[in-house]
């Protein structure tokens, strides 16, 4: 399931001007889930940990490397080396801070972070995964016949197939059909 995961984060990272060094960019990936399971193995004092790559570092990820490959200035070459260093300075960042906060005992700041806060920052990050993924599947609107991708998502993801629009509202309209869906929406006020 890992390698799944890391070929789909890879190719939302990997993705426009970068495409030419996606089997870089997959090969990256799995090296770096292997370094972080076998870390995470031999350096965690509870066994039962999975470690893995995460999709909303993914996102974070992926919305820098567009723009770093979307300056006129670099070359594929040049934005593919930059976008490496930046995940490899993310990763290490990431793993220095987490660390830290294990040796010096931080791990409590999290109770001063609301449910409310985690809640919609995990909810808002499902809007770019559904886009990242759409994108990767249906690139220009259509499919491999010509035809609109209306007929398979209806007319919420058609009002601008090129752009972002109304993926955006397809998206949160997806969003919003989950969250009425989930067991715990007898809580949340309905206004119908």
């Known amino acids: 399931m890992a390698v799944t995961f890391c070929l789909s984060l890879a ?3 990997y993705a426009g001007p970068l495409a030419p060094f996606l089997s870089q960019g997959i090969g990256l990936t799995l090296v770096g889930a292997a370094a972080m399971a ?4 031999l350096a965690l004092s509870y066994r039962g940990t999975l470690i893995q790559p995460q999709d909303v570092s ?9 723009a770093i490959a979307s300056l006129p200035a670099n070359s594929a070459e040049a934005a ?5 260093a930046l995940a490899g ?4 960042a990431t793993g220095v801070t987490t660390c830290a906060m294990g040796v010096f005992k931080l791990g409590y700041f999290v109770l001063f972070v609301p449910i409310s806060v985690v809640s919609g920052f995990l909810a ?15 690139p220009d609107g259509r499919d491999g016949k010509g035809a ?13 197939q090129k752009g972002s629009q109304g993926l955006d509202r397809f998206a949160g309209h997806i969003l919003q059909r989950t969250v009425a869906w989930m067991p715990w929406r007898a809580a949340v006020p309905q206004d119908r």
């Open 148 to 160: 609109t991708c209306c007929r398979y998502l209806g007319p919420m993801a058609c009002e601008q």
């Open 38 to 41: 076998l870390i995470g193995s």
């Open 89 to 92: 300075f993310t990763s290490i």
């Open 124 to 138: 808002a990050s499902g809007v770019p995964l559904v886009r990242g993924a759409y994108g990767m599947v249906v």
């Open 58 to 66: 993914t996102i974070l990820l992926s919305t820098s490397a567009g």
């Open 11 to 13: 190719a939302m990272i």
């Open 80 to 84: 593919f080396a930059t976008v490496v």
